[in-house]
Structure formats: structure tokens, C-alpha cells
Antibody
């Protein structure tokens, strides 16, 4: 059974750096083809893909946010970490992590999401 | 970057009716790496369709996907009350962009 759960601060100040952790179970990020991605959703708005990391440490980033994002993995802890620099109120959103297989079925398992509010 | 445009923005139908949702890509989606998701309020998205036309595990057969290249369609043959939600398409062949969503509401 695959599960994912996001954790991190619920409130950050403008200009600060956000660090989110996705802790998962039921699969290994050392298995060929496996990846974990991050997706966000501002209140009442659409989904936006942010970043993704594959089993071989291949990292992909949204072109519009690439300069602000870093994604890393800790295979031994079954965790993926996303950092986003220079946070702004427009970054207020629910942040999801999700499981994917390379060129497989899209994001087939999702975490419950965590709401991050950016405000002074 | 491939841009996905969904139409209509909102679709108002009654239970038992047929729903047809469209997703158009700005460039051809390679090998039909196109997925559809359903999202209900307060919940994470749920994968419905992948590879443009394959149903994910546990998805009822009233949901079907079709299309290739730049034009894709999600069809719900007979709407059930639990089908009223927001639907997103996503391409995962070149980057991982989502469409802006179609809200399916009860008429």
C-alpha cells in the first residue's frame, strides 16, 4: 500500500525559504522508474506542477519556478524534500507530493496536501 | 512548454446525463502521455485515466478517455451524483503541466 504525507510549516513570512518534506511508504525511490513530484494549488485555483525527482536522481523543474526550487531525496529515510526560496503571498497554496512511474500512469498516488500561508 | 487548455470552464448537467470534457494541447503530446484527474472539495486529486484512454485501478467504466496528438476527451457516460467535481487533464510526456480544470456542476 502506497502512502505519502507532506509536512512543513503552515505559515512563512515573505522572502523566507519554505522547506517541505514528503515522507512515503509502500515503495522505494531506489527502484528503477520510480519518482516523486510536488504539485501545488492556490485556494480556489488550478493545480500547478512544481518539481519531480526520479530514482536515478534525475530532477525536473517547472520552467517558471526553476530558479527558486530545489528537490532532493533521502532514499534511506523514504523522504523527498522541496525547498522554495523567496516566498511571496502568491505562493500561498496547498502543496501536494505524489508518486509517479517514469512515462507510466501520471501521478497515481497523492498525499493529503499541506496548506502553506505566506503572510507577514 | 506544452500548454493545456480545458473546455468548457464549467459544465452544468443533471444526473444520468452524458458529460464530455475537452483538453487541447498547444503541441502534440508524445505517445499519448495524457492523464485525467478528478478532484472533490478538500481532497487530493484522484487519477482517473492515463495514457489518454486507460482507466486507473478501481475507476468505474462510465469514465472513458480518448484522443491523441493535441485533442483529448474525457467522457462520463451517465453521471452519478458523486461525479460532480473538478476535472484536470495533465501531460507527462514533456514536462508535467496541468490544464486549468473543468468544473462539473449539478444543473
Amino acid at each position: 500500500q502506497i502512502t505519502l504525507k507532506e509536512s512543513g510549516p503552515t505559515l512563512v513570512k515573505p522572502t523566507q525559504t519554505l522547506t517541505l518534506t514528503c515522507t512515503f511508504s509502500g515503495f522505494s525511490l531506489s527502484t528503477s522508474g520510480v519518482g516523486v513530484g510536488w504539485i501545488r494549488q492556490p485556494p480556489g485555483k488550478a493545480l500547478e506542477w512544481l518539481a519531480l525527482i526520479y530514482w536515478d536522481d534525475d530532477k525536473r523543474y517547472s520552467p517558471s519556478l526553476k530558479s527558486r526550487l530545489t528537490i532532493t531525496k533521502d532514499t534511506s529515510k523514504n523522504q523527498v524534500v522541496l525547498t522554495m526560496t523567496n516566498m511571496d503571498p502568491v505562493d500561498t497554496a496547498t502543496y501536494y507530493c505524489a508518486h509517479i512511474i517514469y512515462l507510466g500512469r501520471g501521478f497515481d498516488y497523492w498525499g493529503q496536501g499541506t496548506l502553506v500561508t505566506v503572510s507577514s | 512548454e506544452i500548454v493545456l487548455t480545458q473546455s468548457p470552464g464549467t459544465l452544468s448537467l443533471s444526473p444520468g446525463e452524458r458529460a464530455t470534457l475537452s483538453c487541447r494541447a498547444s503541441q502534440s503530446v508524445s505517445s499519448s502521455y495524457l492523464a485525467w484527474y478528478q478532484q472533490k472539495p478538500g481532497q487530493a486529486p484522484r487519477l482517473l485515466i492515463y495514457g489518454a484512454s486507460s482507466r486507473a485501478t478501481g475507476i468505474p467504466d462510465r469514465f472513458s478517455g480518448s484522443g491523441s496528438g493535441t485533442d483529448f476527451t474525457l467522457t462520463i457516460s451517465r453521471l452519478e451524483p458523486e461525479d460532480f467535481a473538478v476535472y484536470y487533464c495533465q501531460q507527462y510526456g514533456s514536462s508535467y503541466t496541468f490544464g486549468q480544470g473543468t468544473r462539473l456542476e449539478i444543473k
